[in-house]
T-cell receptor, first 116, second 114 residues
Framework: GAVVSQHPSWVICKSGTSVKIECRSL??????MFWYRQFPKQSLMLMAT?????????EQGVEKDKFLINHASLTLSTLTVTSAHPEDSSFYIC????????????FGSGTRLTVV | GDSVTQMEGPVTLSEEAFLTINCTYT??????LFWYVQYPGEGLQLLLKATKADDKGSNKGFEATYRKETTSFHLEKGSVQVSDSAVYFCAPQEGVQGAQKLVFGQGTRLTINP
């Protein structure tokens, strides 16, 4: 099956520091990866779409200089929350789209970020 | 862009009850349709999907039929279990080939009591 590993599963950081979240497709090549943010008891908000080797496409209202996305290979994408503040505290989830379209989208287990 | 409306939760049922979670969408064309489930503290897992009109997706006793006429993809299960307690998301896939993405509904929290 298609497995996506997201790391770390939770992180606590101080206000003003940066945090990097990794998303890896373990047994398939992901042509596209997606980053979502989920607030408590709410739906997933798509933040950005990244294709391997190209710049990410950010959704309206998402600050690209604050949420840096790198998709350096077909199996790895990273999201860096720069100069984090308490309002950035949230659950971040990545998703990878399999090269073979029949497999659809596979989600990571999420990262709980708490900024103190 | 496309949008999706899900039945508002939370939904609380007793074990072995019949479940329906409504989902309707607006889209140009005929998108593939997905249901995802999120268990507490976890990411999303694909529950089922349908890629064209009248297709029925099914998995773990859950079913949903792609209804083009009513632009709906309601989720049903004949007899729910406590382990089905989770948040369920309906998601059509929007965009053109090569630039597709999922659009999520607000999610429906389901609690099954023994």
């Amino acid at each position: 099956g298609a497995v996506v590993s997201q790391h770390p599963s939770w992180v606590i950081c101080k206000s003003g520091t940066s945090v990097k979240i990794e998303c890896r497709s373990l047994d398939f090549q992901a042509t596209t990866m997606f980053w979502y943010r989920q607030f408590p008891k709410q739906s997933l908000m798509l933040m950005a779409t990244s294709n391997e080797g190209s710049k990410a496409t950010y959704e309206q209202g998402v600050e690209k200089d604050k949420f840096l996305i790198n998709h350096a290979s077909l199996t790895l994408s990273t999201l860096t929350v720069t100069s984090a503040h308490p309002e950035d505290s949230s659950f971040y989830i990545c998703s990878a789209k399999h090269r073979e379209s029949n497999y659809g989208y596979t989600f990571g287990s999420g990262t709980r970020l708490t900024v103190v | 862009g496309d949008s999706v409306t899900q039945m508002e939760g939370p939904v609380t049922l007793s074990e072995e009850a019949f479940l329906t979670i409504n989902c309707t969408y607006t889209a140009t064309g005929y998108p593939s349709l997905f249901w995802y489930v999120q268990y507490p503290g976890e990411g999303l897992q694909l529950l089922l999907k349908a890629t064209k009109a009248d297709d029925k997706g099914s998995n773990k006793g859950f079913e949903a039929t792609y209804r083009k006429e009513t632009t709906s993809f309601h989720l049903e299960k004949g007899s729910v279990q406590v382990s089905d307690s989770a948040v369920y998301f309906c998601a059509p896939q929007e965009g053109v080939q090569g630039a597709q993405k999922l659009v999520f509904g607000q999610g429906t929290r389901l609690t099954i009591n023994p």
